[in-house]
């Protein structure tokens, strides 16, 4: 049974895309708004349910948030390939920086990995602000899978370094 995020009361959340734009425990600016930091957030979710949702095929989606939650497990993934050949937490934050330095694609341009679960943006503002959103969600995540990736003293940590070979949705990560 897939995991599914807790965040179903969004009447007081806005969206774009069709997508929650749901509070991060977050230091990096954007348009997030900030939670309380003894409060789950989606990325907290994510994490926390990535080495089980990562081997479904299909995700039956049960609420707006649950479309973040497959954004961010899919992009668990991409970082974790990415920090697959790094020995080391100093190489690994190198290669999850330079991740986070690349242009995010929102849905309608290409690159953007789920075509089809969110709705095409309507204006030129509301893409950037999903594309702000994501880039602030994305590097959140990438600082607090480092602490999972790797152990204290900066080496691999094998039991999630291990699911980087793992294919979420039958999605091909390059």
Not at 114 to 131: I, T
């Amino acid at each position: 049974m897939v995991y599914h995020s807790s965040f179903v009361d969004l009447e007081a959340v806005s969206k774009a895309c069709g997508c929650p734009l749901l509070p991060l425990k977050s230091h990096i600016k954007g348009p997030a708004p900030v939670s309380d930091p003894d409060k789950i957030d989606i990325v907290d979710e994510a994490i926390t349910f990535f080495r089980a949702n990562v081997f479904f095929k299909n995700f039956d989606i049960k609420s707006p948030s649950d479309k973040l939650l497959i954004y961010l497990t899919f992009y668990i993934n991409v970082a974790l390939k990415r920090l697959e050949g790094c020995r080391t937490l100093a190489v690994g934050t190198k290669a999850i920086i330079s991740l986070g330095l690349e242009k995010v694609p929102v849905p309608g341009e290409p690159g953007f990995p789920f075509p089809g679960l969110f709705a095409l943006p309507q204006s030129q503002d509301e893409a950037d602000l999903f594309r702000n959103y994501l880039k602030q969600i994305r590097e959140e995540t990438s600082g607090r899978l480092l602490s999972c990736a790797y152990r204290p003293n900066g080496t691999p940590n094998k039991w999630w370094l291990a699911f980087a070979k793992r294919k979420f949705m039958n999605i091909v990560v390059l």
